[in-house]
């Protein structure tokens, strides 16, 4: 369900499972709540992680804690990169992805032509099998699924997420790579390379990650 990254005094890191729950739910104990049991403490959400998306999850130990957290998310001073593969051509193969989201069918959301509270993401992406995709992926604000939505919007829905009509697979490909902020005048840095699913840990995806392991180093596409 996961594994511990890093536990400080002040907040905890965990590389969360694919197909795990954040909220407990259907009488099964969400990742939260297993956290709490497992080290007999209490915890604060501060991100949330869809359940198909593996990786980074940051919790706060303290109320106070979670406040400066929450103040850091707010002020996109958490710097957040996603790693997601995906079948098919894109629109294009790098830029942003910019629009307004809003609640469609089924529980999904779409993107819209507006732009008045606008979901930002940019993106990289480097072909890393026959007709396949990896795309390392920096949302700059924090709407629910928007990188599901940003990278279905260009034609490309991420493989395994049925429900924005990705191909069929093992699991959902998306995963939370890196993570980075700085928290009481000093600075953290987490890496964690997804470990589920067989198009994940493909040799051509593991080098082409280990080429993107210092992400806020690379020169990303400015917005037109």
Known sequence: MYQIVA?????????????????????????????????????????????????????????????EFTE?????KVQKYYVALAKGKPKKKQGWVVGDMAKSRRSMYKLL???ENPALTQFFSQSVAEGLR?????????????LRVALASIGVPILGDKLYGGAESDRG????????????????RYLSYPSQGEAF????????????????????????
Not at 12 to 20: D, R, T, Y
Not at 29 to 48: C, F, N, P, T, W
């Open 173 to 188: 490909y998306l995963h939370a790579f890196s993570l980075s902020f700085s928290f009481g005048g000093k600075e953290y």
């Open 72 to 76: 850091l998310f707010t002020q996109h």
């Open 7 to 67: 536990d400080e005094d002040d907040f905890l890191v965990i590389a969360k499972s694919a197909n795990v729950h954040f909220h407990s739910q259907d009488g099964s104990a969400g990742v939260m709540a297993r956290l709490e049991q497992d080290l007999v403490i209490k915890l604060y959400s501060v991100h949330r992680l869809d359940s198909l998306t593996s990786g980074l999850l940051l919790f706060a130990k303290s109320s106070r804690a979670a406040a």
């Open 134 to 146: 990896l795309y390392l992926l920096k949302p700059l604000s924090g709407k629910t699924h928007q």
């Open 201 to 224: 840990t493909a040799a051509d995806t593991i080098k082409q990650l280990q080429i993107w392991s210092e992400p806020e180093k690379l020169s990303w596409p400015k917005r037109k």
């Open 113 to 115: 032509r507006t732009t």
